[in-house]
Structures are given as C-alpha cells and as structure tokens.
C-alpha cells in the first residue's frame, strides 16, 4: 500500500521560504507514468494546484505561482520536495502530496494526510 | 480562465443531485479530461471520477460523470447521507497546466 507522508516546518515567517517534503513508502517513486505532485488549501477555500514532477526531474507549475516555485525529486530517497519562496499570509494553507497520472492533478490515487503551514511574524 | 462551479446544493436522501464544472471562457469537453473529488473536513480529497466519465476504484455506482452541454458533471444517483461533502472538479487547461473549480457544498437534508 503506497502511502504519502508530507513533513516540514508548521510555521514561515513572511518573506521567507518554505520547503516541504513528501516521502513516500511502499513503492517506487520511479514508477513510470506517474507524476508526484503538491496541492494546497488555504483555511476555509478550495483547492489548488501548485505543481508536479515526474522521476526524470521534468517538473510542471500553475503558472499564476511558477515564478515562486521549486518541485524536485530525489530518487534515492524515494521524496520530492516543494519550495516556496518569499512567502506572505496568503500562503498560509494545509499543503497535500499526492501522486497522478500524467494530467495534473487528475487521477490522484494517492494523497498524503497534509500539513499545515502558517505564515506568521 | 476560471473553472467553475455552484457554490452549494442540496439534496433529499435518496435523491439524484447534478454538479456541474465550467469554464468562464469557452465549453468544457472530454479534452479537458474532468476528474472530480469529494472531501470531508479534515481530510484529504479523494478521487470520484477521472478523464470525465471513468469511476475510480473502489467508488459506488452511484457516482457518474459526463459531459453536459458545456460542462463537465457530476451526478449523484441516490444521495446518501455520507456524500454530504465537498466536491471539487479539476480541468486540465493544455500545457501541462490544471485549474481546481471552486468547490462545492453539498447538503444531504
């Protein structure tokens, strides 16, 4: 049974940069046709997806945060990561990992329980 | 482009409830590959449907997904108390590029 665990720091301050980790257990990451990916959301919205990478490094953004964003995957850890930089409030959300086919964020068969983040002075 | 949805609906027990998933620019086809996901507070969302129509494992029947005129939807044939949820679609823009529809609040009552 695969299963996705999200880990990294509860709180950011503004302006800085917020990384997380997805480690995942009971399969390869490398596994072929599969993208790992990062969605959020924010207390009390929707849903949004951030970006995606598949084993080979090939990564993919939501353009409207593509310019703040870094998906990378590190094969011998069975992880992928997230970061973020120059967070504010409004990046405060519970974050999921997730795995998909090739179109992102559809078919997740795979979700982690999430983590939240705060950004907070 | 924004994706969306109805804000909120309810249902009777034993009722069939449609939701739907548009776009504010344009029609929603099966290009758009639909998947839809129900989630409960506290949890992580989980897959009903994905490439519009196809039901993922493990999910009951009573689910359904097609094309409606412009939109992508999700049917409820049946409602059960347990699908009072939230319910989220996501459309794939081109590009390697996914918008999540706003969500919406179904009430079984």
């Known amino acids: 049974q695969l299963q996705l665990q999200e880990s990294g720091p509860g709180l950011v301050k503004p302006s800085e940069t917020l990384s997380l980790t997805c480690s995942v257990s009971?399969?390869?990451?490398?596994?072929?046709?599969?993208?790992w990916g990062w969605v959020r959301q924010p207390p009390g919205k929707g849903l949004e997806w951030l970006g995606s990478?598949?084993?080979?490094?090939?990564?993919h953004f939501n353009p409207a945060l593509k310019s703040r964003l870094t998906v990378s995957i590190d094969t011998s850890r069975n992880q992928f990561s997230l970061r973020m930089t120059s967070v504010t409030a409004a990046d405060t959300a519970v974050y999921y990992c997730?795995?998909?086919?090739?179109?992102?964020?559809?078919?997740?068969?795979?979700w982690g329980r999430g983590t939240r983040v705060y950004v907070s002075s | 482009t924004v994706v969306t949805q109805e804000a909120s609906f309810s249902v009777s027990p034993g009722g069939t409830i449609t939701i739907t998933c548009g776009l504010s620019s344009g029609s929603v086809t099966t290009t758009n590959y639909a998947s839809w996901y129900r989630q409960t507070p506290g949890q992580p969302p989980r897959t009903l449907i994905y490439?519009?129509?196809v039901r993922a494992s493990g999910v009951p029947a009573r689910f359904s997904g097609s094309i409606l005129g412009d939109k992508a939807a999700l049917t409820i044939t049946g409602a059960q108390a347990e699908d009072e949820s939230d319910y989220y679609c996501?459309?794939?823009?081109?590009?390697?590029?996914?918008?999540f529809g706003g969500g919406t609040k179904l009430t079984v009552l």
């Open positions: 490439t519009t129509t």
């Open positions: 996501v459309l794939y823009m081109g590009e390697d590029i996914s918008v």
């Open positions: 997730a795995r998909h086919r090739v179109i992102p964020a559809a078919n997740v068969d795979y």
């Open positions: 009971g399969d390869s990451i490398k596994r072929n046709n599969f993208y």
């Open positions: 990478v598949y084993y080979s490094g090939s990564a």
